[in-house]
């Protein structure tokens, strides 16, 4: 039987023995018999050392490590997290445009100023011409 392992509130891991071959008591027919069960796993990613899982290094035999699909808690959190990643990326946007706008205003608002400046200067010197 599988054992599980709780990682957490909501990361559950089983981890499933290896098959064992069978022996049968007839020599004869056990080596003419195909055998059902793989005795050997190749390495794979998803494969511990018994003693990594439980601290001891009792054992060497491997097992395949088995993840449970994604609770529903989990496909919510995950549903939320993408959610407030699109709002992220909207107002990143958002900003980007309001940043160019602010930039343009201050652009145009600099430009007025010096004209409003020109303009000012030469009004006091026509002032000061038509004083004298």
């Given at each position: 039987?599988p054992?599980?392992?709780?990682?957490?509130?909501?990361?559950?891991v089983?981890?499933?023995p290896?098959?064992?071959?069978?022996?049968?008591?007839h020599?004869?027919?056990?080596?003419?018999?195909?055998?059902?069960?793989?005795?050997?796993?190749?390495?794979?990613?998803?494969?511990?050392?018994?003693?990594?899982?439980?601290?001891?290094?009792?054992?060497?035999?491997?097992?395949?490590?088995?993840?449970?699909?994604?609770?529903?808690?989990?496909r919510?959190?995950?549903?939320?997290?993408?959610?407030k990643?699109?709002?992220i990326?909207?107002?990143?946007?958002?900003?980007?445009?309001?940043s160019?706008?602010?930039?343009?205003?201050?652009?145009?608002?600099?430009?007025?100023?010096?004209?409003?400046?020109?303009e000012?200067?030469e009004?006091?010197?026509?002032?000061?011409?038509v004083?004298?």
């Open positions: 039987m054992t599980f392992f709780n990682n957490g509130p909501s990361n559950k089983a981890v499933a290896q098959p064992q071959k069978r022996s049968n008591r020599s004869s027919t056990a080596k003419e018999e195909i055998p059902r069960f793989r005795t050997q796993v190749s390495h794979s990613p998803y494969q511990m050392n018994s003693n990594e899982l439980n601290g001891r290094a009792t054992s060497n035999s491997r097992q395949n490590m088995v993840f449970s699909a994604p609770s529903e808690a989990q919510l959190m995950m549903n939320e997290i993408i959610e990643d699109v709002m990326g909207q107002l990143k946007s958002r900003l980007q445009v309001l160019a706008r602010l930039e343009r205003q201050q652009m145009e608002y600099d430009e007025e100023k010096s004209l409003t400046q020109k000012s200067i009004s006091r010197n026509r002032y000061l011409s004083k004298k």
